[in-house]
C-alpha cells in the first residue's frame, strides 16, 4: 500500500509532505488562472502544451486559437460550462498548475484529482502522456456533447437524508464531505428532486454544469469509450494517486483498464472518502492545483485540517478577478510552502 508518509522525498529534511488536489466541473470560470501566462512560463508553456495537445486530439475544430480564444476571450458562462469547453479547459489548467507547482521543487507524496481532474493527475503521475490523455479527454467530451440534457446540484445533506428524494434517474453524483452531496440527473427529474428537497428545507446549489456528470444518463453516450482507451500506452504511476472513484491509491492494474477510466463520467466522485483515505495515511499540506478554492474549503472541514495536523494551500483566488488577483494568490501560495513544507523554490520567476 502506498503510505503519504513514506513516500519517496516526501519529508526531506522533516519537512511536511504536499499533496495536490486537482477540481473538476463547477470550478470553471471564464479567464481561470489567465493572470499567470505573463508572471508565471512554467505555467505559459504548460498550458500552451496542453491546449496544442487538446487541439491536436481534435478539438474544438482542431485549433488550438479557438479553445484559447475560448479561455481568454469569452465572458460568456454558458459556453465555458458547456461540457466541449470546461472539461477539455479545466484539464489544461490542472495540468499547467500542477507543472507549476512541479516546477517550484515540490515532489508530491500523493495527487487527488476530483472527476476530470483526475486524468490531469494521471498525467502529472506518468500514467499517460499529455498527447494520449488530451486524446481521451477529447473523445469523452465529444460523446458527452450528445448526452441529454441534465445538470447538477449541491445539497446540503448527506447521502443518506437525500436518499428518500431521489427518483426518475436522480442520483448522488458526488459525496464532496460529510454533508455535501451531490445530485445529478436529467434535466425536468432533477428540478423536481431539488424542488421537494427544498421545500423540506434542505439548503442546495446548482453546480456550474449543463450535462449530467456522473449518473447512469451518461452510459450510452460512453459507450464503447474504452475501445478508444484500450489503444493508449499507459504507465504505472510515478506520483500515487489517490482516486476520487475508489477512494484508495490507484493500482497499476487500474491504471491500465480502459473501463476504469471510460466509465468515471458515469460513476460518482467519492472526494471526501479519497481525502479521508488521504489524510488518514499523514498530515500533508494539501495544495489545491486548480481555479478557485472549492477543494480548499471542503478540505478545511476535515478534522485533520481543523486541529492544525494538516493545512490547506489554494493557488488561486476563491472567485474570479483580476490578473494581479491571479499572481496575488500563486506569491502568497509560494510563500506557504516555503514556511510549511520547507521548499526553497517555491517562489515566482
Do not use: C
Amino acid at each position: 500500500m502506498n503510505d503519504v508518509r513514506t513516500a519517496a522525498d516526501g519529508r526531506d529534511g522533516g519537512t511536511r509532505p504536499v499533496a495536490l488536489l486537482l477540481p473538476g466541473q463547477g470550478a470553471q470560470h471564464p479567464r481561470m488562472a489567465a493572470g499567470l501566462l505573463a508572471a508565471e512560463p512554467v505555467f505559459a508553456e504548460a498550458m500552451d502544451e496542453a491546449l496544442t495537445a487538446l487541439a491536436d486530439a481534435g478539438g474544438p475544430g482542431g485549433h488550438t486559437t479557438s479553445l484559447r480564444e475560448d479561455w481568454l476571450g469569452s465572458r460568456d458562462t454558458a459556453l465555458t460550462d458547456h461540457v466541449t469547453r470546461s472539461q477539455p479547459l479545466l484539464f489544461a489548467v490542472d495540468y499547467a498548475l500542477g507543472r507549476l507547482v512541479l516546477g517550484w521543487g515540490v515532489r508530491p507524496v500523493a495527487l487527488l484529482g476530483h472527476s476530470i481532474g483526475e486524468v490531469a493527475a494521471a498525467v502529472l503521475a506518468g500514467v499517460f502522456t499529455l498527447p494520449d490523455a488530451a486524446a481521451m479527454v477529447h473523445d469523452r467530451v465529444t460523446r458527452l456533447a450528445d448526452a441529454p440534457p441534465g445538470g447538477m446540484v449541491a445539497v446540503a445533506a448527506t447521502r443518506e437524508e437525500v436518499a428518500p428524494f431521489l427518483t426518475d434517474g436522480v442520483v448522488v453524483g458526488a459525496v464532496n464531505a460529510l454533508r455535501q452531496t451531490v445530485l445529478a440527473g436529467p434535466d425536468d427529474p432533477l428540478r423536481t428532486v431539488t424542488a421537494a428537497l427544498a421545500g423540506a428545507g434542505f439548503v442546495l446549489q446548482r453546480v456550474p454544469a449543463s450535462t449530467a456528470f456522473h449518473s447512469p444518463a451518461l452510459a450510452p453516450a460512453m459507450s464503447g469509450a474504452d475501445e478508444r482507451i484500450a489503444a493508449l500506452p499507459v504507465g504505472e504511476p510515478r506520483i500515487p494517486v489517490m482516486s476520487g472513484y475508489t477512494g484508495r491509491f490507484l493500482t497499476p492494474a487500474e491504471a491500465k483498464d480502459p473501463a476504469f477510466w471510460s466509465r468515471q463520467p458515469v460513476a460518482p466522485v467519492l472526494f471526501w472518502p479519497a481525502l479521508d483515505a488521504l489524510l488518514a495515511q499523514g498530515d500533508p499540506v494539501l495544495v489545491e492545483a486548480g481555479p478557485g478554492q472549492g477543494l480548499s474549503q471542503l478540505a478545511r472541514r476535515h478534522p485533520a485540517v481543523r486541529s492544525g495536523r494538516s493545512a490547506v494551500v489554494p493557488l488561486l483566488p476563491a472567485r474570479p478577478g483580476t490578473a494581479e488577483d491571479d499572481v496575488t494568490a500563486v506569491r502568497a501560495a509560494a510563500a506557504a510552502l516555503r514556511e510549511l513544507a520547507g521548499v526553497p523554490d517555491a517562489r515566482p520567476v
